[in-house]
């Protein structure tokens, strides 16, 4: 009898040496002790976002009630106003931002003038690869996705064109709501089907005569209105008003195109190691939580949108923010294709 309790006991410990490991790996550990150091050391980290005031003031407040002896500094703007102050800075001499959270076009201008620094964070074990740059300087944060639309009173979901392709039926002429700058999109399918597809589909769906006019808000409120049937437009926006009750839904046409908003750690960072942990914060799974409760899409596999689906059960593509190198190129052939010049 004891022998046996003897191989069950050895068994045990043998069962938690192989599983342990493997389950550390994949939860949220604590913060380099060392890097926690230094960050007392720094005592401030300097935050430069593209995300509205009111929730970027409470990701920094919850930072400083975890680490209450670092200042955070807030800055916030829309993103060409933001790259052209990181631009003025450098240009005076001045290195003033620590993290950076922006727009994927602000990627490549701030690569090319070496002022991103490579890290990957130890919480990217919780986020696909394809969301978190090989090199490590950039990781999406939250994500939009294009989505169609439908006002469920004046368009069945059995009628609803569930492909790209079925989009194009001629009975939609005239029915569908674009945005005009909707330049991701394009940019996106260029990235999955090659220039000649993507430019050839959205001359057809030009042909349409879709309504075009700038922003998703209130576009959507429109569509809900019955201005039009059908919308692309980001799947938060267009969930926002279905939580309410409004009569609009969506589907994903798949390969769904996500548009990625990054994190980016600044090169010449004034506080690097404040910097290392603020960002490992925000992509923590407390981070992520955060912006699933502001209506974003938090891009962790342990933290769902609110709700699910606004980020799960359907086949994406990124719009991968290091293809930018073109971008100015598709946003002349998008206002061509829509004759919006």
């Not at 599983?19 to 550390?24: D, F, H, R, V, Y």
């Not at 439908?150 to 029915?175: C, F, I």
């Not at 922003?215 to 809900?224: P, S, W």
């Not at 090169?267 to 974003?296: C, I, T, Y």
């Amino acid at each position: 009898m004891l022998d046996r309790l003897k191989v069950i006991l050895v068994f045990c410990a043998l069962l938690v040496a192989v599983c342990l490991p493997a389950a550390i790996g994949w939860s949220q550990g604590g913060p380099d002790p060392k890097i926690v150091e230094g960050a007392k050391k720094e005592g401030e980290v300097i935050y430069y976002t593209t995300m509205t005031l009111d929730q970027s003031k409470t990701v920094v407040d919850r930072f400083q009630a975890k680490y209450p002896f670092i200042k955070p500094t807030l800055f916030r703007t829309g993103g060409g106003p933001l790259l052209n102050k990181i631009m003025t800075e450098v240009r005076g001499g001045r290195h003033a931002w620590d993290v950076l959270v922006g727009r994927g076009e602000m990627v490549l201008p701030l690569m090319e003038k070496k002022l991103l620094a490579s890290y990957i964070s130890p919480e990217t074990k919780m986020i696909d690869s394809q969301l978190v740059d090989k090199e490590g300087y950039w990781t999406a944060y939250y994500v939009n996705t294009y989505v169609l639309g439908w006002n469920t009173k004046m368009v069945k979901k059995e009628d609803v064109p569930k492909t790209y392709e079925a989009l194009l039926n001629p009975r939609w002429k005239g029915q569908i709501s674009v945005d005009t700058e909707a330049y991701g999109m394009l940019q996106g399918l260029i990235g999955l089907w090659g220039k000649e597809k993507a430019v050839s589909y959205f001359k057809r769906l030009a042909a349409l005569d879709p309504v075009p006019k700038r922003g998703n808000t209130e576009r959507v409120q429109m569509a809900v209105a019955g201005e039009y049937p059908l919308i692309l437009a980001y799947n938060q926006t267009i969930q926002r008003m279905t939580s309410r009750g409004a009569p609009i839904d969506w589907l994903p046409l798949e390969p769904a195109v996500v548009q990625v908003n990054p994190i980016m750690l600044a090169s010449n960072a004034p506080h690097p190691n404040a910097a290392r942990l603020f960002l490992d914060f925000v992509l923590s799974k407390e981070g992520a939580a955060m912006l699933s409760s502001f209506q974003r899409i938090p891009v962790r596999r342990d933290v769902d949108p609110d709700p699910p689906r606004l980020f799960r059960g359907y086949k994406y593509v990124i719009e991968n923010p290091e293809d930018y190198a073109k971008f100015d190129e598709t946003v002349k052939l998008y206002l061509e294709i829509f004759k919006l010049r």
